[in-house]
């Protein structure tokens, strides 16, 4: 499966995504290949940094969005933007694995 190559729907928008235990701001960049986040909320805010995403939508308005940080962990992302619901599964770099379940809102 390939990764999309179109500039992303949500390139150039904002949003909140709400987990239980974390908070965090989502800002994609216009050029659809770069994001900013910031964990604002739970054991890990504080947290930052920007990094490059792929994307692939998989429904109408339900995308998988895929990064890595600098520390090495690994973030995937199921976001539905008609519903407002966001899936987040990540790694840490001690291997920890989060299932996370939320709120996805455009600010």
């Known amino acids: 499966m390939s ?8 390139a150039g928008k ?8 974390l908070t965090a701001i989502n800002a994609y960049a216009s050029d659809g290949k770069r994001m900013r986040y910031e964990i604002t909320e739970g054991a890990l805010a504080g947290a930052h940094g920007e990094v490059e995403y792929t994307w692939k939508e998989v429904a109408s308005q339900v995308f998988a969005i895929v990064w890595q940080e600098a520390d090495a962990s690994t973030v995937v992302h199921v976001d539905d933007f008609a519903k407002g619901v966001s899936l987040s599964y990540f790694t840490t770099p001690k291997n920890e694995l989060f299932r996370l379940e939320g709120s996805l809102t455009e600010r």
């Open 3 to 10: 990764m999309d190559t179109r500039i992303a729907p949500f």
């Open 14 to 21: 904002t949003f909140e995504v709400r987990y239980r235990g």
